[in-house]
């Protein structure tokens, strides 16, 4: 017991927290914006792995760490370009076609970087984000190493955050995405463009989630290699039904996942010797599952999430 | 801007040529990645082709690999009928493979023809059963199936890793993560001396015309189509959707189980947690490729096998990566997604001048 509560009271675990909830938030937001217009995106795995390649890629290559997240931004809303054009003008299974995004992204940035680096023992190593050093608040005792220690994409997650849901809630065009994902024609009626919204929404949305799979390389962790998104994509699909397409609850969903991730890796080192480490590294697909089922009753659903949307037909 | 008009009912032969199209262009288009990774087209074309076909070795070694795409293409063709999304048949196929193992290293003795049909069993049920969990928690509580299925890839291969490093593991295994040797008289035979091609393949393509019967020829499958085409219009006609959905769900598990069982009675003889190479994830490929038809299925697993074994070949001979195999296959269902558009629609292009004037 004292051992969970020695977990809980040091600084390194709430930070731990906030690193593991990083890239999610950024998933999670992007996965929820594009939801919010109507198209589920699973090519999210994909874009993750092309988000993470990309922006290590680029960095490698000497563009600098904003450099490489520009890029990873811009894969990412490549392959949200060709989701959208699919899904949206085209009307294709959303399903089918961002399973098939995800396959396409994830074996195109492996053979692209196969294809650069074809026999590297050890994936080689860029200089990654450093955590800031923030005046006054880094400093602070307890509150400064758990909070305020991240480096810049953490904050620029947090940022996000806000930034979507006033978008979403106070603006004219995050009114108009939340009726393109409930009533598109209503949209229509009002002369708004119903492709140019979710083509747009899809792209956007998608470059946020590539700056998930960018964390991984450019600040989790130093090097790209193969299958290290390891499903966490799919895990914010998950995640935004558990948040109720709301960015404040999308943040909460994410910090409670970062937080019991945390945790069961701390549990691991207290208990490891008698529960194997694999039931450990299933909890984060378990807690998936369950969150789903825990909200599956009251999920609401935007009304035409998944419904293509034909200009002149009802 | 453009239009869909709807096609009518429409002609065998446009079904095929939907996919054929989308094969043609996949492979296209696979000229870009094979140009920037400095190959000369043709020859590496050539070595594809060589690599698949040049042989009897080659064309049995292609035959093995589509074995269990057939499987998982069904397990994909039968539940996206019903748009019931499986997308777990790769966590399904190491059900299936894991079930396989602990009964056939064992467990059971006894001659060929109990063990056999105990190991094939047992992998279907335990694919089945893995799939009934998201299908219930689909039908009882409306949690979508995409995200389960998806996330019990990741924990069932965890739980083959955990089973292969504790009470599986094989104590002669030099300490390697793996399952003991399924028994002599479990394991599927071979179809030909001194090459790899084994029984599963015959189970595979039995399996199909099971499926392509059940679809066409029984109530089952009229029930499984009604609901793939209108759910709510299937309940409202009396059809037991719940139950359809449940019965799918079982058999499209149970399909990819049997992929699992193939792979480690028929084709390595023992389990390993690397198993399978992403068969679950391309047989969604080849079940777009056959228009989710069950026949097709068997011609678009052995393109995506050839695909594999091809480029696994070239790959060796010109030391170009091999994620081009999988790079070539995503674009085949990216392509055969648009193709298919062909084969259900007109494409009219008209000006948005001209859409006013007929309006007027």
Same mark, same amino acid.
């Given at each position: 017991?004292?051992? %969970?509560?020695?977990?809980?009271?040091?600084?390194? =675990?709430? $930070?731990?927290?906030?690193?593991?909830?990083?890239?999610?938030?950024?998933?999670?937001?992007?996965?929820?914006?594009?939801?919010? $217009?109507?198209?589920?995106?699973?090519?999210?795995?994909?874009?993750?792995?092309?988000?993470?390649?990309?922006?290590?890629?680029?960095?490698?290559?000497?563009?600098?760490?904003?450099?490489?997240?520009?890029?990873?931004?811009?894969?990412?809303?490549?392959?949200?370009?060709?989701?959208? %054009?699919?899904?949206?003008?085209?009307?294709?299974?959303?399903?089918?076609?961002?399973?098939?995004?995800?396959? =396409?992204?994830?074996?195109?940035?492996?053979?692209?970087?196969?294809?650069?680096?074809?026999?590297?023992? #050890?994936?080689?190593?860029?200089?990654?984000?450093?955590?800031?050093?923030?005046?006054?608040?880094?400093?602070?005792?307890?509150?400064?190493?758990?909070?305020?220690?991240?480096?810049?994409?953490?904050?620029?997650?947090?940022?996000?955050?806000?930034?979507?849901?006033?978008?979403?809630?106070?603006?004219?065009?995050?009114?108009?995405?939340?009726?393109?994902?409930?009533?598109?024609?209503?949209?229509?009626?009002?002369?708004?463009?119903?492709?140019?919204?979710?083509?747009?929404?899809?792209?956007?949305? #998608? $470059? %946020?989630?590539?700056?998930?799979? $960018?964390?991984?390389?450019?600040?989790?962790?130093?090097?790209?290699?193969?299958?290290?998104?390891?499903?966490?994509?799919?895990?914010?699909?998950?995640?935004?039904?558990?948040?109720?397409?709301?960015?404040?609850?999308?943040?909460?969903?994410?910090?409670?996942?970062?937080?019991?991730?945390?945790?069961?890796?701390?549990?691991?080192?207290?208990?490891? #010797?008698?529960?194997?480490?694999?039931?450990?590294?299933?909890?984060?697909?378990?807690?998936?599952?369950?969150?789903? %089922?825990?909200?599956?009753?009251?999920?609401?659903?935007?009304?035409?999430?998944?419904?293509?949307?034909?200009?002149?037909?009802? | 801007?453009?239009?869909?008009?709807?096609?009518?009912?429409?002609?065998?032969?446009?079904?095929?040529?939907?996919?054929?199209?989308?094969?043609?262009?996949?492979?296209?288009?696979?000229?870009?990645?094979?140009?920037?990774?400095?190959?000369?087209?043709?020859?590496?074309?050539?070595?594809?082709?060589?690599?698949?076909?040049?042989?009897?070795?080659?064309?049995?070694?292609?035959?093995?690999?589509?074995?269990?795409?057939?499987?998982?293409?069904?397990?994909?063709?039968?539940?996206?009928?019903?748009?019931?999304?499986?997308?777990?048949?790769?966590?399904?196929?190491?059900?299936?493979?894991?079930?396989?193992?602990?009964?056939?290293?064992?467990?059971?003795?006894?001659?060929?023809?109990?063990?056999?049909?105990?190991?094939?069993?047992?992998?279907?049920?335990?694919?089945?059963?893995?799939?009934?969990?998201?299908?219930?928690?689909?039908?009882?509580?409306?949690?979508?199936?995409?995200?389960?299925?998806?996330?019990?890839?990741?924990?069932?291969?965890?739980?083959?890793?955990?089973?292969?490093?504790?009470?599986?593991?094989?104590?002669?295994?030099?300490?390697?993560?793996?399952?003991?040797?399924?028994?002599?008289?479990?394991?599927?035979?071979?179809?030909?001396?001194?090459?790899?091609?084994?029984?599963?393949?015959?189970?595979?393509?039995?399996?199909?015309?099971?499926?392509?019967?059940?679809?066409?020829?029984?109530?089952?499958?009229?029930?499984?189509?009604?609901?793939?085409?209108?759910?709510?219009?299937?309940?409202?006609?009396?059809?037991?959707?719940?139950?359809?959905?449940?019965?799918?769900?079982?058999?499209?598990?149970?399909?990819?189980?049997?992929?699992?069982?193939?792979?480690?009675?028929?084709?390595?003889?023992?389990?390993?947690?690397?198993?399978?190479?992403?068969?679950?994830?391309?047989?969604?490929?080849?079940?777009?490729?056959?228009?989710?038809?069950?026949?097709?299925?068997?011609?678009?697993?052995?393109?995506?096998?050839?695909?594999?074994?091809?480029?696994?070949?070239?790959?060796?001979?010109?030391?170009?990566?091999?994620?081009?195999?999988?790079?070539?296959?995503?674009?085949?269902?990216?392509?055969?997604?648009?193709?298919?558009?062909?084969?259900?629609?007109?494409?009219?292009?008209?000006?948005?001048?001209?859409?006013?004037?007929?309006?007027?």
């Amino acid at each position: 017991m004292s051992d %969970i509560l020695d977990i809980l009271i040091s600084a390194n =675990f709430w $930070a731990a927290s906030l690193r593991i909830a990083t890239p999610l938030i950024f998933g999670v937001i992007g996965a929820l914006v594009c939801e919010r $217009a109507g198209v589920l995106n699973l090519g999210i795995e994909g874009i993750f792995t092309a988000g993470a390649m990309a922006g290590w890629m680029a960095v490698w290559l000497g563009t600098g760490l904003w450099g490489g997240v520009l890029v990873a931004a811009l894969a990412g809303a490549f392959f949200g370009l060709i989701h959208a %054009i699919l899904t949206v003008p085209l009307g294709l299974s959303q399903h089918v076609s961002g399973v098939g995004v995800t396959l =396409f992204a994830t074996s195109l940035s492996y053979f692209i970087y196969r294809t650069a680096l074809p026999d590297v023992s #050890s994936p080689p190593r860029i200089d990654e984000f450093e955590p800031l050093n923030i005046p006054v608040l880094s400093d602070l005792p307890f509150i400064g190493p758990a909070l305020f220690q991240q480096t810049s994409l953490t904050f620029l997650a947090l940022l996000l955050v806000a930034v979507t849901a006033y978008v979403l809630y106070r603006t004219p065009l995050g009114l108009a995405i939340q009726a393109v994902g409930d009533n598109p024609s209503a949209v229509e009626s009002q002369g708004l463009s119903v492709y140019g919204l979710r083509i747009g929404v899809v792209v956007v949305g #998608s $470059a %946020i989630m590539a700056l998930g799979g $960018a964390f991984l390389t450019m600040s989790a962790f130093d090097a790209f290699f193969f299958g290290m998104v390891n499903g966490r994509g799919w895990i914010c699909i998950a995640l935004t039904v558990f948040a109720s397409w709301r960015p404040g609850k999308a943040l909460l969903g994410a910090l409670l996942f970062g937080a019991f991730d945390a945790f069961q890796v701390r549990l691991q080192t207290e208990v490891g #010797s008698f529960i194997p480490g694999q039931v450990f590294l299933m909890m984060p697909y378990l807690l998936s599952i369950a969150a789903l %089922i825990v909200v599956a009753r009251k999920a609401d659903y935007p009304r035409a999430l998944l419904v293509p949307y034909f200009r002149g037909q009802r | 801007m453009i239009r869909f008009e709807p096609r009518g009912p429409v002609a065998v032969s446009r079904m095929v040529a939907v996919p054929v199209i989308a094969a043609v262009a996949a492979l296209i288009l696979a000229a870009v990645p094979m140009l920037f990774a400095g190959l000369s087209i043709f020859e590496a074309y050539g070595l594809m082709a060589k690599g698949a076909f040049g042989s009897m070795f080659a064309f049995t070694e292609m035959l093995t690999r589509a074995t269990p795409l057939i499987l998982t293409g069904l397990a994909a063709a039968v539940a996206f009928r019903a748009k019931l999304w499986n997308i777990g048949a790769e966590g399904q196929l190491y059900a299936g493979a894991l079930a396989a193992v602990a009964v056939g290293t064992g467990f059971l003795s006894g001659p060929s023809y109990i063990l056999i049909p105990a190991v094939v069993l047992a992998g279907a049920l335990a694919g089945g059963l893995v799939m009934l969990g998201p299908t219930l928690l689909k039908t009882k509580l409306g949690v979508d199936e995409v995200v389960t299925t998806l996330l019990l890839n990741f924990i069932i291969l965890l739980f083959v890793q955990m089973m292969l490093e504790g009470p599986m593991k094989d104590p002669m295994g030099m300490g390697w993560p793996q399952s003991e040797p399924i028994l002599d008289e479990a394991a599927l035979p071979k179809l030909m001396a001194r090459m790899r091609i084994h029984w599963g393949l015959v189970m595979a393509l039995v399996a199909s015309l099971g499926v392509y019967f059940l679809l066409k020829r029984t109530v089952w499958g009229f029930e499984i189509r009604a609901v793939g085409e209108n759910a709510a219009a299937a309940r409202h006609a009396g059809i037991p959707v719940t139950a359809t959905f449940i019965r799918v769900g079982l058999l499209s598990g149970a399909l990819a189980g049997l992929a699992g069982v193939g792979e480690v009675a028929g084709l390595k003889g023992y389990l390993t947690a690397d198993l399978s190479p992403g068969f679950g994830y391309s047989g969604i490929v080849v079940a777009m490729l056959a228009g989710l038809s069950p026949i097709g299925v068997v011609f678009a697993a052995l393109f995506i096998a050839s695909i594999f074994v091809g480029a696994d070949s070239m790959s060796r001979a010109t030391g170009v990566s091999n994620y081009l195999a999988d790079l070539i296959v995503a674009m085949a269902l990216l392509c055969v997604l648009v193709s298919g558009l062909f084969l259900r629609f007109k494409i009219r292009f008209v000006g948005t001048a001209s859409t006013k004037e007929a309006a007027e």
